[in-house]
């Protein structure tokens, strides 16, 4: 019936081959911008330890002057107001819950597509994880950065921050999960 029969079917089989990998790049595009853009809108603030400690610091100090107003002083002395003395616990206690939050501390961290070796290098020296970001960038030189997110506990020595950062990195909903509990 046709007599470039074959070049027809050519034809036909490349514009289908075209379309798929049409199809694949645009997939890979819209999930490589869904891993950059995270979670914008609700995206929880991240703190660093010292802006954390200030702000337990200024809640603590708020709890303390609303228990202090609600105490009635004329009715009870101070020395012998139970808010006082639930206010200021001894001081073994506030050492050894200081302990348990520097081992309970869960610093997350959100590497993006595109950030290079240095850009990670600052990122973790700004959440307190590495303090030299020279001698962490010679430990990874020849390792691939992985972008998603990460969450470290406690204080990781460098070995297991490559570790960690040259494994899978957690998805969104995984992440969610870790920070919550």
């Known amino acids: 019936m046709f007599k470039n029969r074959s070049f027809v079917a050519g ?6 081959a075209g379309a798929i990998l049409l199809q694949l790049m645009q997939i890979g595009d819209e999930s490589q911008q869904k891993l950059s853009d995270g979670f914008k809108d609700g995206e929880p603030k991240m703190y660093t330890q010292a802006e954390l400690d200030e702000k337990l610091a200024e809640e603590h100090a708020k709890a303390t002057r609303n228990a202090a107003a609600t105490a009635k002083p004329e009715a009870v002395k101070p020395e012998e107001s139970p808010a006082a003395a639930a206010t200021e616990p001894p001081a073994t206690s506030v050492k050894n819950n200081d302990k348990k939050a520097e081992e309970a ?11 290079n070796l240095t850009d990670t290098a600052d990122l973790l020296a700004e959440q307190q994880l590495i303090s030299d970001k020279d001698a962490f960038i010679k430990a990874m030189k020849n390792k691939p950065v992985r972008a998603g997110y990460f969450i470290f506990e406690g204080n990781p020595t460098v070995a297991d921050i490559i570790r960690i950062l040259t494994s899978q990195p957690l998805t969104k909903s995984e992440f969610e999960k870790q920070m919550k509990s």
Not at 105 to 115: D, S, Y
């Open 105 to 115: 501390v869960k610093r997350q961290v959100r590497i993006t597509g595109g950030m």
């Open 11 to 16: 034809l036909g089989v490349g514009i289908i």
